[in-house]
Nanobody, 125 residues
Framework: QVQLVESGGGLVQAGGSLRLSCVAS????????MGWFRQAPGKGREFVAA????????YYADSVKGRFTISRDNAKSTVYLQMSSLKSEDTAVYYC??????????????????WGQGTQVTVSS
């Protein structure tokens, strides 16, 4: 079992920045690819970014590329999402997830078996 707890969400003006954190506990964190997803009201869960277990590779949705940066610190069992140049369309609940399936694309929520409770990010225009 892996428990994930996100923090760092809040209200920010358009153009501002936030850093989300996700602390993992339980089984070995460093062996999992980690992802960030988001869900806006009335929409499905959307892939945002992912990072491989050793941090060697990162992947981003086109909508956040160049504005968001995912990173991890395995010694602290923590994954981060640095968000800059925020836009109103970034408003959503953001979820951290640990990948447990490797038979499909990393953008699919079904590839991730552990999820945090989510943290709200609201960007005002």
């Amino acid at each position: 079992q892996v428990q994930l707890v996100e923090s760092g969400g809040g209200l920010v003006q358009a153009g501002g920045s936030l850093r989300l954190s996700c602390v993992a506990s339980g089984r070995t964190f460093s062996s999992n690819t980690m992802g960030w997803f988001r869900q806006a009201p009335g929409k499905g869960r959307e892939f945002v970014a992912a990072i491989t277990s050793n941090g060697g590779s990162t992947y981003y949705a086109d909508s956040v590329k160049g504005r968001f940066t995912i990173s991890r610190d395995n010694a602290k069992s923590t994954v981060y999402l640095q968000m800059s140049s925020l836009k109103s369309e970034d408003t959503a609940v953001y979820y951290c997830a640990a990948r447990t399936q490797y038979g499909g694309s990393y953008v699919l929520p079904s590839q991730y078996g552990y999820w945090g409770q989510g943290t709200q990010v609201t960007v005002s225009s």
